[in-house]
């Protein structure tokens, strides 16, 4: 079947730790996605990937680094440096035709204590 | 200014009642606009486009207003299943945001028994 992957679902890590979350794809997209959510708010951008070994900051790109060595992959490192890391993670991927809707992954919800 | 805006809810309706949001978008050049679901603690799924010609898919109907930048969606008979979050989302236009989605905050329903 395809679709997205990410992995793990739940995740707990100490204060200062850098973290990384997985996302994988097998649709063939182009272009991929990290969104951040927090309780009672919308989906806010993190970073975005058009192509493979090039991506661009979002809106609160600050504590994040991310990397796009192949197509089907799009992994997040969140750092130490990110002030409030807990929240739902959210990959989404998408084409690069005209439409652009995206499809996302099942999340990751991470705790930071 | 947001990029989008939505009705901020919550909407708490009976099985069977009618029930519209609404939403807007701050810029005029957007390209396509969508409606996702969510459910409580799941990722987002693309619920249905919107097109200019305003389009339905069975109880489901979406309108999109460009002169007034205004986008709804109209549930008929609802059910108990309808329960959940619904994201208006735009697309940016073309240009240095070509791809970026952007979400509103998202209106919840509850439909009750």
């Not at chain 1, 979350?21 to 989906?43: F, I």
């Not at chain 1, 790109?61 to 002030?83: D, N």
């Not at chain 2, 969508?34 to 109880?59: A, H, I, T």
């Not at chain 2, 240095?96 to 952007?102: D, P």
């Amino acid at each position: 079947d395809g679709g997205i992957t990410q992995s793990p679902k739940y995740l707990f890590r100490k204060e200062g730790q850098n973290v990384t979350l997985s996302c994988e794809q097998n649709l063939n997209h182009d272009a991929m996605y990290w969104y951040r959510q927090d309780p009672g708010q919308g989906l806010r951008l993190i970073y975005y990937s058009q192509i493979v070994n090039d991506f661009q900051k979002g809106d609160i790109a600050e504590g994040y680094s991310v990397s796009r060595e192949k197509k089907e992959s799009f992994p997040l490192t969140v750092t130490s440096a990110q002030k409030n890391p807990t929240a739902f993670y959210l990959c989404a991927s998408s084409t690069r035709l005209e439409n652009y809707e995206q499809y996302f992954g099942p999340g990751t919800r991470l705790t930071v204590t | 200014r947001k990029e989008v805006e939505q009705d901020p809810g919550p909407f708490n309706v009976p099985e069977g009642a009618t029930v519209a949001f609404n939403c807007t978008y701050s810029n005029s050049a957007s390209q396509s606009f969508f409606w996702y679901r969510q459910d409580c603690r799941k990722e987002p799924k693309l619920l249905m486009s919107v097109y200019s010609s305003g389009n339905e898919d069975g109880r489901f109907t979406a309108q999109l207003n460009r002169a007034s930048q205004y986008i709804s969606l109209l549930i008929r008979d609802s059910k108990l299943s309808d329960s959940a979050t619904y994201l208006c989302v735009v697309i940016g236009p073309r240009g240095s945001t070509l791809g970026r989605l952007y979400f509103g905050r998202g209106t919840q329903l509850t439909v009750w028994p």
